[in-house]
């Protein structure tokens, strides 16, 4: 990191601009610079890294919040072994960095993920399942059709979609209820539809409560309209879900959703990953683009006296490769041809190919660097601790009044 005189100096204004005072902390209450070790501390509670307590949020704080979201399934073959290797190693690397910097994490997972590690990699479960600092969300990805630009209504480049989730679109209850079997049964990968099955639990949301022991806090937002997200909101809340996902906006602290749940809070947003290349970023660099540059953006973004929330944001694959793999097989290339398939553009119809799947893999010197500017805002936030909280979605929930907090 810079010098302490020039980060101090050139975080007074943007940091006072949020209300919080004292910056940077004269003693810190752990220094882990470079991976350097520190003495374990014992279990944290609720309230570790000054939370405020159960039922409050401190509107004078910065709270911070790390988010891996995990959704590789198709990594280099369609083996279910293979494809998760990337994932599982990442995964594995970024618990033990959380774990020694004593900083807390939310993982967003798909259920075929949590399926293909309960099977390929049951140690990475238990040790989510085990870590104090690891809290689990659920994600939804394409080809489950609530998904963005993948609801089979008129976003099909021949005009073939789920018919049958198109049907439902039209009568509330059916639609809860396609819904429902979706999040109980899960998604078919390869056609978009959901999955009949005789035990309920066997995919889906479902199905990632019954492997984690717990429902998972947050859920993302469905993508398709008003009607798929309240209706999702509601399968959601009534499987257990206490928070909700509204990307593109502020969101200020307990805002809830027209299904009820309570909207996950963000002011701004970092994403960790975006313009990494081969060339080695300087600490200056670091300290400029990951956290000077989001706070003074936070300062301008912060409702008045309201805590802000500052979230950053990486996927499983931005550690090794550059985009998700399945983007080609459930999406068309942009029209431009410049971007390749991704899912701001049009969605293929059924039956899907996973031998589509495009992978352009980071070279050495970009996952290096990816990794080093992961590793530099976990030691800013583990040197400056008492001025920041850094929570996870448990916390959140049971701040919100939604969750227990023990």
């Known amino acids: 990191m810079q010098g302490c005189s020039t980060i101090v100096a050139a975080m007074a204004a943007v940091v006072c601009a949020c209300g919080v005072e004292n910056a940077v902390d004269s003693q810190p209450e752990l220094v882990v ?3 350097a ?11 570790a890294n000054n939370a405020v307590g159960p039922n409050s949020i401190d509107p004078s704080k910065v709270y911070v919040s790390f988010i891996i979201n995990i959704h590789d399934w198709l ?9 998760t290797l990337n994932s599982y190693t990442t995964l594995t690397q970024l618990i033990a960095m959380h774990e020694k910097a004593r900083l807390h994490v939310d993982f967003y997972m798909t259920d075929k993920m949590v399926r293909d590690f309960q099977e390929s990699y049951p140690t990475l479960i238990d040790d989510i399942k085990k870590s104090n600092y690891v809290a689990m969300n659920y994600l939804v990805r394409a080809p489950n059709p609530y998904y963005r630009n993948a609801d089979g209504s008129g976003y099909y480049g021949d005009g073939n979609g789920n018919a049958e989730f198109q049907s439902a679109r039209g009568n509330d209850a059916a639609l809860y209820n396609l819904i429902w079997k979706y999040e109980s049964y899960g998604t078919d990968m390869l056609t978009g539809l959901a999955i009949s099955g005789k ?3 066997s995919g889906g949301y479902a199905y990632a409560t019954k492997i984690f022991g717990y429902a998972p806090y947050t859920v993302t937002g469905a993508s398709t309209g008003d009607d798929v997200n309240i209706a999702a909101g509601e399968v959601y809340q009534d499987m257990g879900a206490t928070l909700v996902v509204d990307h593109n906006r502020v969101v200020g602290w307990k805002e809830t959703s027209k299904s009820g749940l309570t909207i996950r809070p963000e002011t701004e947003t970092v994403r960790i990953y975006e313009g990494v290349t081969s060339k080695t970023e300087s600490d200056e660099e670091l300290d400029n683009l990951l956290i000077l540059a989001p706070m003074a953006e936070m300062a301008t973004l912060r409702p008045d006296g309201q805590a802000a929330f500052l979230n950053y944001k990486v996927h499983d694959n931005d550690f090794v490769a550059n985009g998700a793999p399945w983007d080609c097989v459930y999406y068309q290339a942009d029209t431009d041809g410049d971007d390749g398939c991704h899912d701001n553009s049009s969605a293929l119809a059924p039956s899907y190919d996973p031998a589509n799947r495009s992978i352009e893999e980071k070279d050495a010197a ?3 660097n990816i990794w080093a500017r992961y590793q530099h805002v976990l030691d800013f936030y583990s040197t400056h601790r008492s001025s920041y909280s850094v929570v996870n979605a448990k916390q959140l929930a049971c701040y919100a009044g939604r969750a227990n907090c023990l």
């Open 33 to 35: 610079v470079g991976g």
């Open 37 to 47: 070790s520190a003495s374990p501390d014992p279990v944290p509670s609720m309230q």
């Open 75 to 83: 990594s280099r073959e369609s083996k279910s072994k293979t494809a």
């Open 199 to 201: 035990d309920a639990g």
């Open 366 to 368: 970009a996952r290096a």
